[in-house]
């Protein structure tokens, strides 16, 4: 095989694991969504209507943000994080820590704020985490977080909006 052919082949591979992961991706759309009820629920052209198109992609269709893209990355004030969706509060500024995973990281959230399920997409089995009361999608849970949990909730920062303590 010569280099040519070599790195034609690299990325013909490159192109069918991205394919294979688009696929894996739609093929459990909204499996939080669809296994729950919740007490918003609206439909797709409801939701677009209210959301932001990287908004709708996160919480609506299982979508991932660019890490470090979030302005809420670097959001250090007291206050709360809410569900961009239906604006349920679900995690306190007080767990949020810096991971360096270019994501809004936290080691807690609200008591029954967050609902979780099992995500087998991308070759992998994770945490899913969504919001209890729409369903939308916020990220992931992992165990290498800080103590007192151990966990790390990685959050999409667009599928969250901050308000700040009143003083």
Not at 40 to 58: Q, R
Not at 126 to 145: I, K, N, P, Q
Request: charge should be neutral.
């Amino acid at each position: 095989m010569n280099r040519r052919d070599f790195l034609l082949s690299g990325v013909a591979a490159i192109g069918v694991v991205g394919a294979a992961a688009t696929v894996l991706r739609m093929s459990n759309p909204q499996a939080a969504q669809a296994a729950e009820k919740f007490e918003v629920t609206k439909t797709d052209a409801e939701w677009k209507a209210i959301l932001s198109p990287a908004a709708f992609d996160v919480l609506r269709k299982e979508g991932t943000e660019y890490p470090g893209t979030s302005p809420l990355l670097n959001e250090h004030r007291k206050g709360i994080f809410a569900c961009a969706g239906c604006d349920l509060p679900v995690y306190p500024s007080e767990t949020k820590f810096e991971s360096g995973t270019g994501w809004p990281s936290f080691w807690q959230e609200i008591p029954k704020a967050i609902g979780t399920t099992v995500d087998r997409s991308l070759g992998m089995t994770r945490t899913e985490a969504h919001c209890r009361r729409c369903g939308g999608h916020l990220g992931h849970v992992f165990d290498d977080g800080p103590a007192p949990t151990g966990l790390r909730h990685c959050i999409n920062g667009v599928a969250l909006t901050f308000k700040p303590a009143t003083a």
